[in-house]
């Protein structure tokens, strides 16, 4: 409660600092796609791989299993048997199939792996390091379920947790479930999610690929970005805006571990992290071969991702930031022309029609 208030009191004072100073600040960037493209493949050019987000999983006619959770490993040999156990203990009515991808893991991860790999309701697959998206996607090939899960191996899930998420998917018809979550710190359970028992827009879900379950499905043409950080903007661009609607519970159901050495703890020091335009990129022109309405809605989640994306990027050198500036500033030809611009977003819309980079990076210093 107490981060919110704070959060607040800054996110009014940068807007009354944005409000009398907007006025005084104007840069108008002159640079042309073509340096913008030459900047960006300069500084770190996109993994190359090939592909894109969208894929054939194949799902089964006659589901085995209610669910299927993805579990990938990556040198985790310090936490993996605590997240196994806790997804094989749980008791529920449901039938699920655990599904374990080692992703090249160089530690004892493999041979701790090995102590499951009798036990009937699970598989293990074992590959080539790819990273996360490769490790999930190797688990979305062959889909035998009606429901799938996503559990990173370094966290864990709660008691109750697949009997809670499945029962509410089953009575509701929701396309996704989503639960509450604490982090876990120095040992110690602080909340990071928590709901209300109800129907919610699937776009006010929590990022995250794991915390839900989700209808197959929604995975039958979609798959995780290799190679690109911040791959689980898929679910707000693809997954998300295919279900549109999804239901929360009020109950616990997932401990995340906050580990000092994760992506989401390190990325602003490593010039990886301009992942966040590429991701964004590649996930719209993918959004677009799926026929998906460039609208108003659309829209919004695209400038709200713009916003995101500066705050990710603000410790890149300037012409970085212009770069992609200027591209996000050119992805505004995919969006339909009659598309309305929410109130929270005009101005920062405005900054981009035009290409005044100044003033753009004043509104996302003040809006964050």
Known sequence: MARKIIRSIKLRAGKIFYGISHMFVSQKSAMTNEEADKSLNNYYPKYAWGGGCITFNKIADNPQYDLQIIIPCYNV??????CLDSVLNQKTQYSFLVVVVNDGSTDSTGEILRKYENIANVKIITQKNG???????AGLKNIESKYIMFVDSDDFILPGCIENLMSAALQTGASIVEGGCYNLVDGRKEINVVHEAGHVPARSLQGYPWLKI????????????NGLWFEDTINQFLIYWKAQIAYCISDMVYVYRQVATSVSHTYRENKKAIDTYYVTEQILQDAKKLSFSFGTDYLYLYLRQVLCN????KLCPKNVREAVFIKESNLLSLFDKDANVSKRHKQLYKFLTCKDFGKYELWCKTHR
């Open 77 to 82: 040999e310090k936490y993996v048997e605590e």
């Open 131 to 137: 990273g996360h998206s490769a490790a999930r996607n």
């Open 214 to 225: 989700y209808k197959a499905e929604l995975f039958s043409d979609v798959c995780f970005p």
């Open 310 to 313: 500066y705050t990710r990027l």
